[in-house]
């Protein structure tokens, strides 16, 4: 069985950027349950993305230097920054951490910026909220309508793509819909489109105003119709109660815990926040098949560290080369299923970028990316010497003396932190690194560098 | 020892950004070739002559050889249909060789990977030069390796920490966690593999001349490892950015430059070894690129494309089609003739030995640029 503490970090493994030092040390004394609450009220409120924080004078110098597209590849790479940075470092941790699920089960990868944070606010605002909203207000999105060419999709030339995948990713799933109903549907979202400024538009010349079957049903429906036949169906929320399960327990939902879930989040009308604490409250959660068993992605990876460590980029690309180099970037999902999570994310390209990113970050080492990339354009953050012009900061002073209150003790609670219940086997590792530390032998930082690239830090 | 199939090997060369064909594979006696082109056209006198019609780049001297020899094919109008304008996409569509590839994320190799993974007891089948994984390697089971420099990679992986990381092995055995399992499993299996290349290598003590830019030096380890008769059977190089909208002729130049002499490297030393027989050498584009000078002196990104096959085993060498008369063309751009994945369906079936429906999602009609059975000989 797990003691407290591992209970804690896993949960902030699963909900949050990364089990902090600081945040371990306040939970101890909270129940679970009690800390479920605490996570769920700080995601309350929303701060959206402005404009503001994305574009600048250097981006119209660059638009004027360069046009636009390659102002637009920058414009873009900068707000998968700033998500990333929100992932590990934002307020509202839960609601961030759950908006990259939906991000996954939404995915979305269009040039034009302004698309694209549209699209990601829409996802972070009803990401806690109702599913009903969430698939209503994304479906509307520019980014989505251009993805999956609904804009293409008027009468008399239907373009099933949206009404296809909208079925079969988004809601029900593959095999609880027919070819036809695909058919239908996309009769239903002809004339669904959007003005210039984004804003959604119903193009009533567009719309095939004629009788439908869809599911079983008929009628004259639009757009809207579809998605809550589609949300009345049970299978929508077994569908996404499962996801969801899977996204944060790293398995497969159980048979006979499946239908009493979904029930009840269907109950409920989708409401997000009760799915959680149905699963992050079970005692199933914290069972030894779960804790310790998951292999991070590469977003989860990187936010661990950027939050263990306090990191700040000063390079604007940074970030995205590593991304791109650990098979994972935000903001730019391969496909419309998304990003295939688990074993493959390590393979012999991307296993010793990950178990020495601990490295590459606290000694500031060059990301290189040695092929042409025309994604790449606009990376201007290589000095001549091929290492990043402006170094990364971090801070672990708050680590730093944490070991020197009791390095034997608190060491012992660093590994936990870091490697949860597999720190058992790593006793002999960490004895020895204790005594290196004291006598001087290793610093801090050599002592973090050594700690985090064990490949039990790979895993949560 | 390696199984007699995987002895065939496959180097393919990506020549990223959209080289432009018309002014690699010149049409000397197109007037509207000369019209459309004030600035940027090549001459008849300052190109290298393979036809009355055609002639290579001036930078190409050792194509034009291998054209002369018999070793080289090539291939015109090369594309698919609704030509995508986008490199993105358009690299997509190559590299999954499937028409709608935002759906996909599994490329052509990845899935010969899948199919032959019984040839590669190392798990080496395909190697992309490089750190990043394209899309092209990646199958659904298997996937191809990104190596950099796979001597580097050999003694990083011997060196202390991850010596002492291997030793554990029996002991994470002990533990209930599949994935930390398999991230052990994976040192383990990579040294073996890597140690098997690394030995193979040495073994034969290769000069190796520093090479003077990435696409050499690339090519370069591509050529050792396969004079060391590693397992490998296919390897990815990319060269560019050919992505010219401005200033074409000198950044093409220096481009084509550095192919010409990164390719006679790679065949002289294959022909040293007795190896070339084993090896086709595939390069293509995503795109070639509209015939239409822009007014930046260079040219936008245009449809199908010629492609270079080179082999000892061409059933045509040459030009194996004629090129558009590029009085018809679509939306500016030269029209496809040639689907690329036939070219693929007929390496796959006829040089690599393998069903092409199982990796191609469909059966497609195969040309054939090698004769039946080439792969076998």
Same mark, same amino acid.
């Given at each position: 069985?797990?003691?407290?503490?591992?209970?804690?970090?896993?949960?902030?493994?699963?909900? +949050?950027?990364?089990?902090?030092?600081?945040?371990?040390?306040?939970?101890?004394?909270?129940?679970?349950?009690?800390?479920?609450?605490?996570?769920?009220?700080?995601?309350?409120?929303?701060?959206?993305? +402005?404009?503001?924080?994305v574009?600048?004078?250097?981006?119209?110098?660059?638009?004027?230097?360069?046009?636009?597209? &390659?102002?637009n590849r920058v414009a873009k790479r900068r707000i998968s920054d700033l998500?990333?940075?929100?992932?590990?470092?934002?307020?509202?941790?839960?609601?961030?951490?759950?908006?990259?699920?939906?991000?996954?089960?939404?995915?979305?990868?269009?040039?034009?910026p302004?698309?694209?944070?549209? &699209?990601?606010?829409?996802?972070?605002?009803?990401?806690?909220?109702?599913?009903?909203?969430?698939?209503?207000?994304?479906?509307?999105?520019?980014?989505?309508?251009?993805?999956?060419?609904?804009?293409?999709?008027?009468?008399?030339?239907?373009?099933?793509?949206?009404?296809?995948?909208?079925?079969?990713?988004?809601?029900?799933?593959?095999?609880?819909?027919?070819?036809?109903?695909?058919?239908?549907?996309?009769?239903?979202? +002809?004339?669904?489109?959007?003005?210039?400024?984004?804003?959604?538009?119903?193009?009533?010349?567009?719309?095939?105003?004629?009788?439908? +079957?869809?599911?079983?049903?008929?009628?004259?429906?639009?757009?809207?119709?579809?998605?809550?036949?589609?949300?009345?169906?049970?299978?929508?929320?077994?569908?996404?109660?499962?996801?969801?399960?899977?996204?944060?327990?790293?398995?497969?939902?159980?048979?006979?815990?499946?239908?009493?879930?979904?029930?009840?989040?269907?109950?409920?009308?989708?409401?997000?926040?009760?799915?959680?604490?149905?699963?992050?409250?079970?005692?199933?959660?914290?069972?030894?098949?779960?804790?310790?068993?998951?292999?991070?992605?590469?977003?989860?990876?990187?936010?661990?560290?950027?939050?263990?460590?306090?990191?700040?980029?000063?390079?604007a690309t940074?970030l995205y080369k590593?991304q791109?180099?650990?098979?994972?970037i935000v903001l730019y999902?391969?496909?419309?299923?998304?990003?295939?999570?688990?074993?493959?994310?390590?393979?012999?390209?991307?296993?010793?970028?990950?178990?020495?990113?601990?490295?590459?970050?606290?000694?500031?080492?060059?990301?290189?990316?040695?092929?042409?990339?025309?994604s790449l354009e606009g990376d201007?953050?290589?000095?001549?010497?091929?290492?990043?012009?402006?170094?990364?900061?971090?801070?672990?002073?708050?680590?730093?003396?944490?070991?020197?209150?009791?390095?034997?003790?608190?060491?012992?609670?660093?590994?936990?932190?870091?490697?949860?219940?597999?720190?058992?086997?790593?006793?002999?590792?960490?004895?020895?690194?204790?005594?290196?530390?004291?006598?001087?032998?290793?610093?801090?930082?050599?002592?973090?560098?050594?700690?985090?690239?064990?490949?039990?830090?790979?895993?949560? | 020892?390696?199984?007699?199939?995987?002895?065939?090997?496959?180097?393919?060369?990506?020549?990223?950004?959209?080289?432009?064909?018309?002014?690699?594979?010149?049409?000397?006696?197109?007037?509207?070739?000369?019209?459309?082109?004030?600035?940027?056209?090549?001459?008849?006198?300052?190109?290298?002559?393979?036809?009355?019609?055609?002639?290579?780049?001036?930078?190409?001297?050792?194509?034009?050889?291998?054209?002369?020899?018999?070793?080289?094919?090539?291939?015109?109008?090369?594309?698919?249909?609704?030509?995508?304008?986008?490199?993105?996409?358009?690299?997509?569509?190559?590299?999954?060789?499937?028409?709608?590839?935002?759906?996909?994320?599994?490329?052509?190799?990845?899935?010969?990977?899948?199919?032959?993974?019984?040839?590669?007891?190392?798990?080496?089948?395909?190697?992309?030069?490089?750190?990043?994984?394209?899309?092209?390697?990646?199958?659904?089971?298997?996937?191809?390796?990104?190596?950099?420099?796979?001597?580097?990679?050999?003694?990083?992986?011997?060196?202390?920490?991850?010596?002492?990381?291997?030793?554990?092995?029996?002991?994470?055995?002990?533990?209930?966690?599949?994935?930390?399992?398999?991230?052990?499993?994976?040192?383990?299996?990579?040294?073996?593999?890597?140690?098997?290349?690394?030995?193979?290598?040495?073994?034969?003590?290769?000069?190796?001349?520093?090479?003077?830019?990435?696409?050499?030096?690339?090519?370069?380890?591509?050529?050792?490892?396969?004079?060391?008769?590693?397992?490998?059977?296919?390897?990815?190089?990319?060269?560019?950015?050919?992505?010219?909208?401005?200033?074409?002729?000198?950044?093409?130049?220096?481009?084509?430059?550095?192919?010409?002499?990164?390719?006679?490297?790679?065949?002289?030393?294959?022909?040293?070894?007795?190896?070339?027989?084993?090896?086709?050498?595939?390069?293509?584009?995503?795109?070639?690129?509209?015939?239409?000078?822009?007014?930046?002196?260079?040219?936008?990104?245009?449809?199908?494309?010629?492609?270079?096959?080179?082999?000892?085993?061409?059933?045509?060498?040459?030009?194996?089609?004629?090129?558009?008369?590029?009085?018809?063309?679509?939306?500016?751009?030269?029209?496809?003739?040639?689907?690329?994945?036939?070219?693929?369906?007929?390496?796959?079936?006829?040089?690599?030995?393998?069903?092409?429906?199982?990796?191609?999602?469909?059966?497609?009609?195969?040309?054939?640029?090698?004769?039946?059975?080439?792969?076998?000989?």
């Amino acid at each position: 069985m797990l003691n407290h503490n591992q209970k804690i970090i896993h949960l902030l493994h699963r909900t +949050t950027g990364g089990p902090r030092l600081k945040d371990l040390l306040r939970f101890q004394s909270q129940s679970i349950i009690a800390i479920v609450d605490e996570l769920i009220h700080k995601s309350s409120t929303y701060k959206q993305f +402005t404009r503001d924080q994305v574009f600048d004078k250097n981006l119209d110098t660059l638009k004027k230097a360069r046009g636009v597209k &390659y102002r637009n590849r920058v414009a873009k790479r900068r707000i998968s920054d700033l998500y990333i940075m929100q992932l590990a470092k934002g307020e509202e941790q839960l609601r961030e951490k759950i908006s990259f699920f939906w991000h996954d089960h939404f995915p979305v990868n269009v040039k034009n910026p302004g698309q694209t944070l549209s &699209y990601l606010n829409t996802i972070r605002k009803h990401a806690l909220g109702s599913f009903r909203e969430l698939l209503h207000a994304v479906s509307r999105e520019k980014a989505m309508i251009l993805y999956l060419d609904n804009n293409k999709n008027i009468e008399g030339q239907p373009n099933e793509n949206f009404a296809r995948e909208v079925m079969e990713l988004f809601t029900l799933g593959i095999g609880h819909y027919t070819e036809n109903d695909v058919l239908e549907a996309a009769r239903a979202f +002809t004339g669904w489109n959007n003005k210039n400024n984004g804003d959604f538009i119903h193009i009533q010349k567009h719309h095939d105003k004629g009788s439908k +079957t869809i599911l079983g049903q008929t009628g004259q429906f639009t757009g809207d119709d579809v998605l809550n036949i589609l949300l009345d169906n049970k299978q929508t929320s077994r569908y996404i109660t499962s996801k969801l399960y899977q996204f944060l327990t790293g398995q497969t939902i159980p048979n006979g815990i499946k239908d009493s879930l979904s029930d009840q989040f269907y109950n409920s009308d989708y409401d997000i926040c009760l799915l959680l604490r149905l699963i992050l409250n079970a005692e199933d959660f914290y069972a030894p098949s779960v804790v310790s068993q998951k292999i991070k992605s590469p977003i989860e990876l990187i936010t661990n560290l950027v939050r263990l460590l306090n990191l700040e980029f000063k390079n604007a690309t940074y970030l995205y080369k590593i991304q791109m180099k650990l098979g994972q970037i935000v903001l730019y999902p391969p496909n419309v299923s998304g990003w295939t999570f688990g074993k493959s994310w390590i393979d012999l390209n991307t296993v010793t970028e990950r178990l020495e990113l601990g490295d590459k970050f606290l000694s500031n080492k060059t990301i290189r990316i040695n092929k042409p990339l025309l994604s790449l354009e606009g990376d201007e953050d290589s000095g001549e010497d091929g290492r990043p012009k402006n170094g990364n900061q971090f801070n672990f002073s708050s680590i730093e003396n944490f070991l020197h209150l009791d390095p034997e003790e608190n060491m012992k609670q660093l590994a936990q932190l870091l490697f949860n219940r597999l720190s058992n086997h790593l006793d002999v590792l960490i004895a020895e690194l204790t005594n290196r530390w004291l006598t001087g032998d290793i610093s801090t930082k050599d002592l973090l560098i050594v700690l985090l690239s064990q490949p039990e830090y790979q895993l949560n | 020892m390696e199984n007699k199939s995987s002895q065939k090997k496959l180097i393919i060369i990506q020549l990223t950004g959209g080289n432009d064909g018309l002014n690699t594979v010149i049409p000397i006696e197109n007037d509207i070739y000369y019209n459309a082109r004030p600035h940027l056209s090549i001459s008849k006198q300052e190109s290298l002559k393979l036809t009355d019609q055609l002639s290579f780049h001036t930078a190409l001297p050792y194509f034009q050889r291998l054209y002369f020899d018999g070793t080289l094919s090539i291939v015109n109008n090369v594309g698919y249909p609704n030509a995508s304008r986008s490199h993105f996409h358009s690299m997509d569509v190559w590299q999954t060789a499937l028409l709608s590839a935002h759906k996909h994320n599994t490329g052509w190799i990845g899935r010969y990977l899948d199919e032959n993974a019984h040839l590669f007891q190392h798990n080496m089948g395909a190697i992309e030069v490089g750190n990043i994984l394209s899309t092209v390697m990646r199958g659904h089971q298997q996937k191809g390796v990104g190596i950099d420099n796979f001597v580097d990679l050999h003694n990083h992986l011997k060196g202390e920490h991850y010596q002492s990381l291997i030793k554990r092995l029996p002991q994470i055995k002990t533990l209930s966690n599949d994935n930390l399992h398999h991230i052990y499993e994976l040192l383990v299996d990579s040294v073996d593999g890597l140690d098997d290349m690394y030995h193979r290598f040495t073994r034969r003590k290769l000069k190796t001349p520093v090479a003077k830019n990435v696409f050499s030096r690339s090519l370069k380890m591509v050529t050792d490892l396969i004079i060391s008769e590693v397992e490998t059977q296919i390897f990815y190089v990319s060269h560019g950015s050919f992505d010219t909208h401005v200033s074409q002729l000198p950044v093409q130049s220096k481009l084509l430059q550095i192919l010409n002499k990164g390719i006679q490297e790679c065949i002289d030393a294959l022909t040293t070894h007795d190896k070339m027989k084993d090896v086709s050498i595939l390069i293509f584009s995503e795109f070639g690129r509209r015939l239409q000078e822009n007014n930046g002196k260079g040219t936008d990104h245009g449809a199908a494309n010629n492609l270079y096959i080179i082999s000892k085993h061409l059933k045509k060498p040459g030009i194996y089609n004629k090129l558009d008369s590029l009085d018809s063309l679509v939306e500016g751009d030269v029209p496809f003739e040639i689907d690329f994945r036939r070219i693929y369906a007929n390496i796959l079936e006829d040089w690599l030995n393998t069903h092409s429906r199982l990796i191609l999602n469909e059966s497609v009609d195969k040309i054939d640029i090698f004769s039946h059975s080439a792969g076998l000989t």
